[in-house]
């Protein structure tokens, strides 16, 4: 399979504790993004990675979250000190630019619950 | 970006093809439209895009006003697994980003 690919699919962790997602985006998309969706709502734009620059920033990301992407390859998304409000679906894409319109490729999502 | 309306819900017959309607009235010269569907619980999946002329692909087909002012995405042939919500999407592409901004969508039930 070679789309993109998250991991874990679901959490479930307790308030005030941190955790990790990753993503691994298609091999050769350089650009990353990450949304969240919470029920009901369409996906909400969090961060966005060309290679391992980070560009640009929601003010939706809070200084309790936290985006790499190491080498340009994989990305990770950290949230410090959950709450319960962060219970969503936290879905990665990545894109390959190619002029002016290119489209953005969704891996399955990690779903959160915050208890 | 361009704000764009779409119906929240619609019903299509199997088999039949399924006509999604979006405005986006204050769209500029250099924006693209995008649909986007999103089964339950998956990842949304990209179907389509496009400037001004028509396009159509292998799932779908995409029909821009002269004026650029509405879209319509038609699915010519409706299976169950159609059913979905469907994004209509508005982003300039010379954007540096290439975020999308995800509204509501439509919902689409197609019925047996």
């Known amino acids: 399979d070679t789309g993109v690919s998250q991991d874990p699919r679901h959490k479930i962790t307790k308030r005030g504790q941190n955790v990790t997602f990753r993503c691994d985006p298609i091999?050769?998309?350089?650009?990353l993004y990450w949304y969240r969706q919470t029920l009901g709502q369409g996906p909400e734009f969090l961060t966005y990675?060309?290679?391992?620059?980070?560009?640009?920033k929601s003010r939706l990301l809070s200084d309790r979250f936290s985006a790499e992407r190491p080498k340009g390859s994989f990305s990770t998304l950290e949230i410090q000190r959950t709450e319960q409000g962060d219970s969503a679906m936290y879905l990665c894409?990545?894109?390959?630019?190619?002029?002016?319109?290119?489209?953005?490729?969704f891996g399955p999502g990690t779903r959160l619950t915050v208890t | 970006d361009a704000k764009t309306t779409q119906p929240t819900s619609m019903d299509c017959a199997e088999g039949r093809a399924a006509n999604l309607p979006c405005n986006h009235s204050?769209?500029?010269?250099?924006?693209?439209v995008y649909w986007y569907r999103q089964i339950h619980s998956q990842g949304p999946q990209y179907i389509i895009h496009?400037?001004?002329n028509n396009e159509t692909n292998e799932m779908a087909s995409l029909i821009i006003t002269e004026d650029r002012k509405s879209s319509t995405l038609i699915l010519p042939h409706a299976t169950l697994r159609d059913t979905a919500v469907y994004y209509c999407?508005?982003?300039?592409?010379?954007?540096?980003?290439?975020?999308?901004?995800f509204g509501q969508g439509t919902t689409l039930q197609v019925k047996p």
């Open positions: 894409a990545s894109s390959l630019r190619t002029g002016g319109s290119y489209e953005q490729y």
């Open positions: 091999s050769e998309h350089n650009r």
């Open positions: 990675f060309q290679n391992e620059a980070q560009l640009e």
């Open positions: 204050t769209i500029s010269g250099n924006e693209y």
């Open positions: 496009g400037l001004k």
């Open positions: 999407i508005v982003r300039p592409g010379s954007s540096n980003t290439g975020k999308l901004i």
